[in-house]
């Protein structure tokens, strides 16, 4: 069973920043390339920054420069530094698996005002 837990989220005007943190019990963890997703109302959820097991990362271009992935893997844990929020970054932020994720934890409500 795979059980992932995120939390750090909030309300932030824009400008702002917020750390993301995640719990992720995935077997194989430190060799398991992981992400951080976002989804709104309506969209499909999409990937916004990816991480592998050696701490090699990839970024969505619309938050390149601004959201920092992270990972820390004796705690199993995947952190998403997020600066320079704008309001286009309101979402719930999840974090998974990047190769057929399969089970999703509730997310984190990220709402940045203008």
């Known amino acids: 069973q795979v059980q992932l837990v995120e939390s750090g989220g909030g309300l932030v005007q824009a400008g702002g920043s917020l750390r993301l943190s995640c719990a992720a019990s995935?077997?194989?963890?430190?060799?398991?390339?992981m992400g951080w997703y976002r989804q709104t109302p309506g969209k499909q959820r999409e990937l916004v920054a990816a991480?592998?097991?050696?701490?090699?990362?990839n970024y969505a271009h619309s938050v390149e420069g601004r959201f920092t992935i992270s990972r820390i893997n004796a705690e199993n844990t995947v952190y998403l530094q997020m600066n320079n929020l704008q309001p286009e970054d309101t979402a719930v932020y999840y974090c998974n698996i990047l190769r057929a994720p399969t089970y999703w934890g509730q997310g984190t409500q990220v709402t940045v005002s203008s």
């Open positions: 995935v077997i194989n963890f430190s060799n398991t390339p």
């Open positions: 991480i592998s097991g050696g701490g090699s990362t």
